[in-house]
């Protein structure tokens, strides 16, 4: 083939790709229809096509919900079928006539499938937002509005952050932000990233975009840069991380240092960190415990609550392993070995039984 017939037989191919997948839409709704997968005992016709056929059951439920909602817009479905419209456009047409009030879904969807020809699907989702400012733009206002609404609401819902540690000095995460903090953490990554901060910060030249290596480098930064005086007060002192070294250390040893959540790390990590962070001196006796910080006051001080930080790593109750920054502190009480007492006091979470005097 030539270039001129190589480009005319894909761009067929594709359309033709489409056709078949409307033949396999209309075939699954009507299996649903007449309850395929019932005589064996199947939870769903879904179930039971992706059982069957050996794809997923996200894959099957997918095109389920695709192939109920063509057979209820007989014009999308023909130009489906006539390879005028990609299964993707398809289902972005679908998720954005369905938000509409009824009595503009056909007029919108007969725009959507014109547009369809010169938009491939992700042009088509941000028309589709915006489609009934152009049939109704008194009633699209209100109706944006209680999309975002109810998109914010769930968003709020959703969002969540997981951390999991591997065990060889790294942290694997997940997270789901709603959409403006999400670019909000966007653009001051970029600050970081950006290559003339980089050129400033390493020496690192070019105008190339931000890698994701290069944005993870930015959150690095960011953690580190945030100021603490603009932290949450957790547990009576400012939610930071307590480097624990030896001056020895500090002046060029190789003894690595401890953090007070329990990780280690090298000694010129701490003494990077070090540099940009205040130093607070503190002598530690035989059994590593903090002397000289107690005070005639009800509440402990923020040195103390750094003290029992450093001595007791976190909450004292028997199995628990909150964090110091969750723990109160209470007032000295006897150690259960040797009836030395405590001078500054013992870190207990929420949920334990307060001690008594």
């Known amino acids: 083939m ?15 790709v489409a056709r ?31 059982y069957s056929t050996h794809q997923t059951r996200t894959s099957a439920h997918g095109k389920m919900r695709l ?7 007989p014009a999308l479905r023909t130009a489906v079928a006539a390879g005028d419209v990609l299964v993707e456009q398809a289902r972005v047409i679908v998720a954005a006539v369905e938000v509409l009030p ?4 056909d007029e919108a969807e007969a725009m959507l499938i014109k547009f369809a020809a010169e938009h491939d699907a992700q042009a088509l989702k941000r028309l589709g937002r915006r489609i009934l400012e152009l049939l109704d733009p008194e009633a699209a206002e209100a109706h944006e509005a209680k999309q975002l609404e109810d998109e914010e609401r769930d968003a709020a819902r959703s969002t969540k952050l997981t951390m999991t540690d591997d065990g060889h000095g790294k942290v694997h995460g997940r997270f789901t932000l709603p959409s ?8 001051a990554l ?15 030249v070019g105008e190339r975009r931000p890698s994701a290596e290069r944005m993870g480098q930015a959150f690095v930064e960011l953690i580190e840069r945030y100021p603490t005086k603009k932290l949450p007060k957790a547990g009576g002192v400012n939610a930071t991380v307590v480097v624990t070294m030896d001056i020895s250390t500090l002046m060029g040893g190789l003894k690595a240092a401890s953090l007070d959540t329990g990780e280690r790390i090298t000694a010129g990590q701490a ?28 509440f402990h001080s923020e040195s103390q609550r750094i003290a029992m930080a450093i001595e007791q790593g976190g909450c004292n109750a028997e199995g628990c392993d909150w964090p110091p920054g969750l723990c109160h502190g209470h007032h000295p009480i006897p150690w259960s070995e040797g009836g030395e007492t405590n001078k500054d006091g013992m870190l207990l979470c929420p949920p334990s039984p307060r001690p008594g005097p």
Do not use: Y
């Open 271 to 298: 003494r990077r960190l070090a540099c940009e962070a205040g130093i607070i001196p503190a002598v530690l006796g035989g059994k590593s415990q903090v002397l000289d910080l107690g005070r005639k006051r009800r």
């Open 2 to 16: 030539s270039t001129e017939e190589a480009a005319a037989t894909l761009a067929e191919a594709t359309r033709m």
């Open 20 to 50: 078949a997948q409307e033949i396999e839409l209309r075939v699954a709704e009507h299996a649903k229809t007449v309850g395929v997968g019932e005589s064996v005992g199947a939870t769903s016709t879904a179930n039971f096509w992706a």
């Open 190 to 204: 970029l600050a970081f990233a950006a290559p003339k901060h980089r050129a400033a910060v390493d020496g690192s």
């Open 102 to 105: 009824a009595e503009h879904r």
């Open 67 to 73: 192939a109920v909602a063509l057979a209820a817009r």
């Open 180 to 187: 403006a903090q999400a670019a909000m953490l966007k653009k």
